[in-house]
């Protein structure tokens, strides 16, 4: 059942919405709460979801707790304020004098918010970025108490293994990946080979992840060389070839050598470059292998090109061969185990992911500027990304059976949410705090009227912008962004 709802889209989204947004906004709402009761402000309504109200759950003290029909997190309806702004004073004595609330707060003494002091006022304000914070922090050592990714070694990709090599012979295939020599990790791929090459004549074994299978594979080789020293070749691969592209219409296709420019050999990807730019607006050719066999293209590459996509239109990478055992091959990914932290390590992991996140954020606009990332990379993105990406990170947490993964973007989500609600902008937390400093420095309050005109305006605008968000999330899914 739970393959079914993962394997939809839809309803995979539905999933993460209901596990990563929806507890975030609550628990940010539980945090002015608490503040509220902390500093003795009347709490008239702690609401689940937004309204309309679908039904009143209970009532305890002055606060009702309600259940409503939009289900995006919560809300807390201190006495004076609604749901945007402050109130005028009429309507905070008209909300205290309300007959079923009204002997509670009298017996209780508790007060409106714009009656609490100006740091009572912040704290409540803060209350809810706080909550998410320590929220995030939780989450982030318990992770570290389940267990982080520690690298123990590197991998190697054979691109492609010679049919008549000793390794095709053995049973090893072209795209599988070496993890292990002997039972022991290597760091990478010139030390897996100098290993191997130390080895020659006597049997080894090799565990391999052959694409396609789960369980890893053991493979059991005699080396034979001729030589004591590895004898490395360099070799561009094509990792993607941009449809439309000079690459594109050559036929050129992802997982490609290119291994000659107009019949000459070069050293490196850099040569490729400065020679593909050199031959801009002119008719080259390029040798390239596929598997095995041996093809010359011609192509024009392109002397103006949309950014990121090249003259030729493909991305490439280095890949290396060794003649001596037959293969081609690149490095791999690295190599993991996950190692549970003691409670110490755990808790400074938890503040250190928290301070990543945060410099991370606050980093966006220069990477933006020094072209770092492009602005799509960096886009403002809304509940209908957040899902996706979320449903993303539920399936791999399935697949993989590691709960951390969704676990680290619940604490991520918690970061962003709380530290979005600082920012200085009017009908958010940090809004109402700007103008609560402002009344410090001024040594009286704005009115409730300019004040709430204020916040109303920049509610309006924040749901203009929460639209365009969600348009564009809709028409540019953030998941074609995700690698």
Known sequence: MLDFLLGNDFLSAVIAFILVLIPAILIHEIGHFLAAKSIGVAVLEFGIGIPPRMIRLFKRGETEYTLNWLPLGGFVLPLGEDFVRPVDAETVERDRSRAEVADEISRRKLKALPEAGPLQRIFFMGAGAAMNFLMAFVLFALVALIGIPQPVGGSVELVSVEPDSALAAAGVQSGDFVVELNGAYFANSQDFFQALYARNGQPVTLLLQRPGMEAPLEIHYTPQFGTT??????????????????AGRAGILPGDLILAINGEAFANTDELKARTTASAGQSMSLTIQRGDETLDVSLVPREIFPEGQGAMGIGIWSAYGDPEAGVVYQEGVEQQVMVSQSLG??????????????????????????????????RPIGIVAISQVGASALRQSVEQNQPILILNYIAMINVALGL?????????????????????????????????????????????????ITINDLANPITNLLP
């Open 229 to 246: 020293d590895p004898t490395t070749l360099t070799y561009v691969r094509v990792a993607g070839v941009v449809e439309d592209s000079p």
């Open 345 to 378: 390590e755990s808790l400074r992991y938890g503040v250190e992911r928290i301070g990543f996140i945060v410099s991370s954020i606050a980093r966006i606009p220069s990477q933006i500027i020094n072209h770092e990332i492009t602005p799509e990379e960096a």
């Open 420 to 468: 979005t609600n600082l920012l200085p902008l009017p009908a958010l937390d940090g809004g109402r705090i700007v103008f609560v400093l402002l009344e410090i420095v001024r040594g009286r309050p704005i009115s409730p009227e300019r004040e709430g005109l204020v916040h109303l305006v920049g509610f309006a605008l924040l749901l203009s912008l929460f639209f365009v």
